[in-house]
């Protein structure tokens, strides 16, 4: 599996931005795909995930501002990011495996490159 993330750019407090994840090869019908991302200096972190169901979890840090989506036809995932934060800078990776628990952990098993996302003003 191959997943790629692309949308990452800079922006301005209060400004939105999405981010896709294109996943190339892999496909299931039972899965578990998640955003995260890694600020300077800190840990990874679990933003957003969504299940085969549609069912979704969203991290308490970012709920309100950020909405995690699916585009099963196009196989494409999304994190529509709003009211974005000096703070939300990170470098967002998705994440994917087959294993249908909703979930923000690390314990996925495919991962993508990651996309830089900058805020300031």
């Known amino acids: 599996a191959k997943l790629r993330e692309s949308g990452g750019d800079s922006g301005r407090p209060g400004e939105s931005l999405r981010l896709s994840c294109v996943n190339d090869?892999?496909?299931?019908?039972?899965?578990?795909m998640g955003w995260f991302r890694q600020a300077p200096g800190k840990e990874l972190e679990g933003l957003a995930a969504i299940v085969s169901d549609g069912s979704t979890r969203c991290a308490e840090s970012v709920k309100g501002r950020f909405t995690i989506s699916k585009d099963n036809a196009k196989n494409i995932l999304y994190l529509q990011m709003n009211s974005l934060k000096p703070e939300d800078t990170a470098v967002y990776y998705c994440a994917a495996d087959s294993w249908d628990i909703l979930r923000l952990g690390l314990d996925y098993e495919y991962w993508g490159q990651g996309t830089q996302v900058t805020v300031s003003s």
């Open positions: 090869g892999w496909h299931g019908n039972s899965w578990c």
